[in-house]
């Protein structure tokens, strides 16, 4: 029944690539269509799990703050309560947000801040694809360095609108987030760069200036709100994207001029003005001035009070956007989506002030914090609402990652899911409808320093090396390995589900955990990529072959095709009509996408290059590795990689997408051996025996 159900699922998605061609070439202004809901990714900064009331906050003794509206939010859609960042740290997990790639294939890992997210398949050129107006609210931080001074749009590589947003308020460098008030100067900074003003650009204009007194969550919110009436008013039958993302709590833990205003939506809360110097309605009073009567009397520190009061306003913006869209009459067909970038911080930004997370156990009943991939840094306070189409009261504890929300997005916007994206649709998590297919939750990271010695915490994790570390979900356990020196080190195993505080370590305790970690250390090289700017241990082992016998396997492939144009290569089970090639050399049928799952029979271990050309677009993946991306943006030029590889059989999957109009459509794929290079012959190719 399970498979048969993940069949109906996927020949849904391949019904919508025959419609997809139509709702391109209809235009992005017309091809709108009611049924497909707005999407609102509210995104915060360092906000740990535990953070939220229903999570932690609620149930806990003693010092605790309050997010009602949030708790409001959870009780009328899904709490995803094992929903994980792919980093924690912020620009690699908004990097692999934004391109629907986990951290094996995303070109932003590590610490990468401000370089340039790769110029591919994004959220908004998704969304755009499906009609929809796409607009970044916020922080970004992935621009890239200009090529010329000063800098701006026109010259850094990956600014918004150059990936796929049509419109961009917001700031553009990752520590321009750091300072909470970009129109003033703030005397209690421990540095200069976190005493200035800060750049605000909203498209090709900066308008810092401008934004006296404006704190940034009241800002964002406002021209949030402003934005989405305004579409409306202009377009009202067109769905939009948006993501706004908020620099608070992490930073400064700076506080607003004066209280919430009263009421919220469209004539309550937060208002965008339009005035130089008053530009929203609470840009009046003393910067930096306002606790949160809640928390006001408590006897608790200053930086406690900032932060629970920073918390609280990020409440208020999430509960004013949400009765924007009741009060516009579109809250039943609007999906939005809460989550945080990673785990909590313990930064303050404040002279000689410095704020620690155990003041609220903002990680909840777990170990780690930011920079951790122990449970505390990696899993992440989110959960979605959709009145419409997610049940009140949902708990979805399926784990799941920021890349599969390309896929999700795209299933709730009628077009097909990108070939290169690593991730798969929540919509029954979401909705409880379907059957989940499970994603690939995998992290890889690498940061000096230490897990901090806070009492909560396990007493050998207390100053624990970070270092390089990797993180992969797999027969529903976590295999974690953090200080990685060696490439064949061996994972810590948990059950993370019954076991959040990562306390039993089961590596070792059974034939069946020594087995598990084994295929952990094959698996995490079956599916990434190297990225030479973020070296790992583990990079220059040979990829493993997969887990068949050359009993089990047919010689050729077996092609089939799906008729429909897509504007990507779409990702595609496979099943259609099948066609008679059985090379990687062939012509392939037009207006169509073509399709192989196969075996390539690597004859001894080494290093292998692999070449492509083809008159249409294509992806190829080894194993769950992106072997070629021969899509976005391609011309027909040929595109070649190398990659080690063990002898055996490996799996390939071949998806090519031929245009209509293709006159000799072609596909060629090439392999170079000890420095000869020859078409991959059909002795190499192989296909599942049709008995299995």
């Not at 997990?93 to 610490?111: E, F, K, M, P, T």
Request: hydrophobic share 35%; proline share 7%.
């Amino acid at each position: 029944m399970k498979a048969m159900n993940r069949f109906a699922r996927k020949a849904t998605l391949l019904l919508l690539i025959v419609l997809s061609h139509a709702v391109t070439q209809a235009g992005a202004e017309n091809a709108a269509t009611p049924a497909r809901p707005n999407i609102i990714f509210f995104f915060v900064d360092d906000m740990g799990w535990g953070d939220l009331g229903t999570n932690f906050q609620n149930g806990k003794d003693g010092k605790k703050h309050r997010t009602p509206e949030l708790d409001r939010m959870a009780q009328e859609g899904v709490r995803m309560l094992r929903h994980y960042c792919p980093a924690p740290v912020c620009a690699p997990s908004r990097s692999s947000l934004l391109s629907g790639l986990h951290q094996g294939h995303a070109n932003v890992r590590d610490n990468q801040f401000d370089k340039a997210l790769a110029d591919n398949h994004t959220l908004a050129t998704v969304l755009n694809g499906a009609g929809y107006r796409s607009v970044l609210v916020g922080k970004y931080g992935l621009q890239g360095q200009s090529t010329a001074q000063p800098e701006g749009p026109a010259n850094w590589p990956a600014y918004p609108t150059k990936r796929g947003f049509s419109e961009f308020f917001g700031y553009v460098r990752h520590r321009d987030g750091h300072q909470h008030y970009p129109g003033n100067s703030w005397p209690l900074g421990d540095s200069e760069a976190h005493q200035t003003p800060k750049e605000i650009w909203h498209n090709d204009q900066e308008v810092a200036a401008k934004l006296d007194k404006c704190f940034t969550t009241d800002l964002f919110t406002a021209f949030a709100k402003k934005w989405i009436v305004d579409h409306r008013k202009a377009s009202p039958e067109r769905p939009f994207f948006m993501y706004l993302a908020h620099d608070t709590p992490h930073g400064a833990l700076q506080l607003a001029t004066g209280p919430y205003p009263e009421g919220r939506g469209l004539n309550g809360g937060v208002q965008w003005l339009g005035e130089d110097g008053k530009m929203i309605n609470t840009a009046t009073g003393e910067i930096d001035s306002y606790i949160h009567p809640d928390y006001a009397n408590e006897e608790w520190s200053n930086v406690e009070k900032r932060f629970a009061s920073s918390i609280r306003r990020i409440d208020n913006s999430l509960g004013d956007i949400l009765q924007l869209l009741r009060d516009l009459g579109i809250a039943e067909n609007s999906l939005v989506v809460f989550s945080s970038d990673n785990g909590p911080h313990n930064e303050s930004y404040i002279t000689d002030v410095r704020h620690d997370p155990t003041s609220f156990k903002s990680y909840g009943p777990m170990d780690g914090m930011k920079r951790d991939v122990w449970e505390g840094g990696i899993r992440v306070p989110t959960q979605a609402w959709w009145p419409s189409a997610i049940p009140a009261g949902r708990e979805d504890r399926q784990p799941s990652q920021f890349h599969d929300w390309m896929a999700t997005f795209a299933e709730v916007a009628g077009v097909p899911v990108p070939a290169l994206s690593d991730g798969v649709s929540l919509v029954p998590q979401l909705t409880g409808k379907g059957t989940p297919i499970d994603s690939t939750v995998y992290i890889e990271y690498s940061v000096g320093g230490a897990t901090p010695n806070y009492a909560d915490f396990m007493p050998d994790r207390q100053g624990c090396k970070r270092g390089q570390a990797q993180v992969l979900f797999l027969d529903g356990y976590k295999g974690v390995r953090v200080n990685i020196e060696d490439p064949d080190q061996d994972f810590e195993i948990y059950e993370v589900n019954a076991d959040p505080g990562e306390r039993h370590n089961l590596a070792g305790t059974s034939s069946q955990f020594v087995s598990l970690n084994q295929r952990l250390k094959e698996r995490v090289l079956q599916l990434r990529r190297v990225e030479m700017s973020a070296k790992r241990p583990y990079d220059g082992l040979a990829v493993p072959a997969g887990e068949i016998g050359t009993g089990e396997v047919v010689s050729g492939l077996q092609w089939n095709s799906v008729k429909g144009n897509s504007p990507w290569v779409p990702q595609v089970t496979g099943r259609g009509d099948p066609f008679g090639s059985t090379t990687l050399t062939t012509k392939l049928p037009t207006g169509a996408t073509s399709v192989c799952h196969g075996f390539l029979k690597v004859p001894s271990d080494g290093d292998y290059m692999f070449h492509l050309r083809t008159t249409g677009k294509a992806v190829v993946h080894l194993h769950q590795a992106i072997l070629i991306d021969a899509d976005y943006g391609y011309k027909g030029e040929e595109r070649e990689t190398t990659i080690p590889l063990k002898a055996g059989l490996h799996p390939i999957t071949v998806k090519v997408t031929m245009p209509a109009e293709d006159l000799n459509p072609t596909l060629s794929v090439d392999w170079t051996i000890d420095g000869t290079r020859s078409p991959i012959p059909d002795t190499a190719l192989f296909s599942k025996s049709a008995s299995l």
